[in-house]
């Protein structure tokens, strides 16, 4: 599967956006689908994922501001942001998991003014 992630950009704190991934492939509606950020000198971290039954798990600094969604009719996951704060500045990266393969899209950039 391939990955493409879209919507990141610079957005003050307090505001909100909202990150699409679009996927390829016939079999999307089976993979676990996940938001990941990575911060300036920091190690890659979960967000938020959601597996192919639609059960939603969200990191501890997300929950109540970030919503993950899946459409699998069009192989899509959006992640909407509220609320964002400074520290949500990351590059944010789509994954899809399927038994032992993951498949990472590029990032996308998101900037939070204070």
């Known amino acids: 599967v391939q990955l493409q992630a879209s919507g990141g950009g610079l957005v003050q704190a307090g505001g909100s956006l909202r990150l699409s991934c679009a996927a390829s492939g016939s079999i999307f509606s089976n993979y676990n689908m996940g938001w990941y950020r990575q911060a300036s000198g920091k190690q890659r971290e979960l967000v938020a994922r959601?597996?192919?039954?639609?059960?939603?798990n969200y990191a501890d600094s997300v929950k109540g501001r970030f919503t993950i969604s899946r459409d699998n009719a069009k192989k899509t996951v959006d992640l909407q942001m509220n609320s964002l704060k400074p520290e949500d500045a990351a590059v944010y990266y789509c994954?899809?998991?399927?038994?032992?393969?993951?498949?990472w899209g590029q990032g996308t950039l998101v900037t939070v003014s204070s």
């Open positions: 959601i597996t192919s039954g639609g059960t939603t």
């Open positions: 994954r899809a998991d399927l038994m032992r393969y993951s498949y």
